[in-house]
C-alpha cells in the first residue's frame, strides 16, 4: 500500500510560482511511476507531468517549459516546480503513484486526496 499526501497549493498571481510536493509513505519501493494530475471546474482529468523510476519525464503541452516534474528519492517526496503561472492552471492538482504488485500484470494505482492551485489574473 502507498499513501500520498500532497502540500503547496495555495493562491498565486498570474506569472508567479509554485511548488507542489506530494510526499509518499508506505510500500515505496513498488512505485513505478508518479505524476501529477489536475481537475478544473466541469473539465476531465488530465495529465500534468509523469516521472518513471528511470528518471524518463513527461509532461503535458500546456504546460512545457513551464513546470518541472522530480523526485526526492531520500525524502520519497514526488516535486511539481510551477513557474510562469496563467490563470488556467487553476485546478485541483492531484499526485498520483502506480506500484508494482507482486505477481500481478498490473499496478496498483493510488491517488493523493488534491491540492488546490489558484491563479489569478
Known amino acids: 500500500q502507498v499513501q500520498l499526501v500532497e502540500s503547496g497549493g495555495g493562491l498565486v498571481q498570474a506569472g508567479g510560482s509554485l511548488r507542489l510536493s506530494c510526499a509518499a509513505s508506505?510500500?515505496?519501493?513498488?512505485?513505478?511511476?508518479m505524476g501529477w494530475y489536475r481537475q478544473a471546474p466541469g473539465k476531465q482529468r488530465e495529465l500534468v507531468a509523469r516521472?518513471?523510476?528511470?528518471?524518463?519525464?513527461n509532461y503535458a503541452e500546456l504546460v512545457k517549459g513551464r513546470f518541472t516534474i522530480s523526485r526526492d528519492a531520500a525524502k520519497n517526496t514526488l516535486l511539481l516546480e510551477m513557474n510562469s503561472l496563467r490563470p488556467e492552471d487553476t485546478a485541483v492538482y492531484y499526485c498520483?503513484?502506480?506500484?508494482?504488485?507482486?505477481?500481478?500484470?498490473?499496478?496498483?494505482?493510488?491517488w493523493g486526496q488534491g491540492t488546490q492551485v489558484t491563479v489569478s489574473s
Open positions: 508506505g510500500s515505496i519501493g513498488s512505485i513505478t511511476v
Open positions: 498520483n503513484a502506480n506500484a508494482r504488485v507482486r505477481w500481478s500484470p498490473r499496478d496498483d494505482v493510488y
Open positions: 516521472i518513471f523510476s528511470g528518471g524518463t519525464t
